[in-house]
């Protein structure tokens, strides 16, 4: 199984401020690596698929890059709407699998 | 639009048996596979079982394999999650999500539609 390992697990910054999320698979994944966005008692949101590819609606601020087994998702601008937990999630092989989050906070 | 309601959540007694249903509608529902996740408290979100769109593809996490079940019923734009032998871990919240891509054999992602979620808790 693919073990997917996000860092760092909490992360405060400030409005404006541009954060960048890590996201490293125990093995090549190509670029089968989705980002998505969840906050508390909401649905979580796709934002990215296939490394880069930003969901329709989601903000261009958002920016998803690499390949194989080492992925980034950057805010470029954050706004008080980002602050949330964001997961990546391995589409390679089932089972499929995420990290284990990333909690954005407000400083 | 794409709307998904889950249902069937509650308090429930280790070893006993609940069954999740997830309401699908505003899409062709039997066209997508579909899949079941969950949110422990304080945990992240953990995938637990997949099905694809004509029921040909089954698949589970090691954690719930033989004790959880996936179906669905096209007709009825309904997926189901059975689950029997229940234990505490498997407190959460469980979601359904739909498979981003139509028709696909064994569908592994990416998720773009999610319900809102609903508690199982497992408690003496």
């Known amino acids: 199984d693919i073990q997917m390992t996000q860092s760092p697990s909490s992360l405060s910054a400030s409005v404006g401020d541009r954060v960048t999320i890590t996201c490293r698979a125990s093995q090549s994944i190509s670029s089968f690596l989705n980002w998505y966005q969840h906050k508390p008692g909401k649905a979580p949101k796709l934002l990215i698929h296939l490394a880069s590819s930003l969901r329709s609606g989601v903000p261009s601020r958002f920016s998803g890059s690499g390949s194989g087994t080492d992925f980034t998702l950057s805010i470029s601008s954050l706004q008080p709407e980002d602050f949330a937990t964001y997961y990546c999630?391995?589409?390679?092989?089932?089972?499929?699998?995420f990290g284990q989050g990333t909690r954005l906070e407000i400083k | 639009q794409v709307q998904l309601v889950e249902s069937g959540g509650g308090v429930v007694q280790p070893g006993r048996s609940l069954r999740l249903s997830c309401a699908a509608s505003g899409f062709t529902f039997s066209n997508f596979g579909m899949h079941w996740v969950r949110q422990a408290p304080g945990k992240g979100l953990e995938w637990v079982a997949v099905?694809?769109?004509?029921?040909?593809?089954?698949d589970y996490a090691d954690s719930v394999k033989g004790r959880f079940t996936i179906s669905r019923d096209n007709s009825k734009r309904q997926l189901y999650l059975q689950m029997s032998g229940l234990r505490p871990e498997d407190t959460a919240v469980y979601y359904c999500?739909?498979?981003?891509?139509?028709?696909?054999?064994?569908?592994?992602?990416?998720?773009?539609?999610w319900g809102q979620g609903t508690l199982v808790t497992v408690s003496s």
């Open positions: 999630q391995q589409s390679f092989s089932s089972p499929i699998s």
């Open positions: 099905i694809a769109y004509d029921e040909g593809h089954k």
């Open positions: 999500a739909r498979d981003l891509f139509e028709r696909v054999p064994a569908p592994d992602g990416p998720l773009d539609y």
